[in-house]
Nanobody, 120 residues
């Protein structure tokens, strides 16, 4: 299983970024996907989640109305569109999935993370 995030960078307050997470090594369409973030000195927190078919999404209260999670199952990719960015959105952003394999074992899989910095 491999999850590779991209799209992070430096953006001014009020700006936008779109993060991507390319997945491989598993049947992407079968599994929900999530975006988490971790700011310096803080615990990792769930930002957004999307169901396997994309019909259901959920968001942290702090990003509702500003962030949108989506997925393209043909491209094995999940996205996080981030608008109206604030300095408090500065963090390393990770994508994550939870897989239960045919042998009954289940694991969380994480990407390496991509840095988002919101600053003027």
């Amino acid at each position: 299983v491999q999850l590779v995030e991209s799209g992070g960078g430096l953006v001014q307050p009020g700006g936008s970024l779109t993060l991507s997470c390319a997945a491989s090594g598993f049947t992407f369409i079968r599994y929900a996907m999530n975006w988490y973030r971790q700011a310096p000195g803080k615990e990792r927190e769930l930002v957004a989640g999307i169901s396997s078919a994309g019909g259901s999404t959920n968001y942290a209260d702090s990003v509702k109305g500003r962030f949108t999670i989506s997925r393209d199952n043909a491209k094995n990719t999940v996205y996080l569109q981030m608008n109206s960015l604030k300095p408090e959105d500065t963090a390393v952003y990770y994508c994550k999935t939870h897989i239960r394999w045919a042998n009954g074992r289940e694991y969380d899989y994480w990407g390496q993370g991509t840095q988002v910095t919101v600053s003027s």
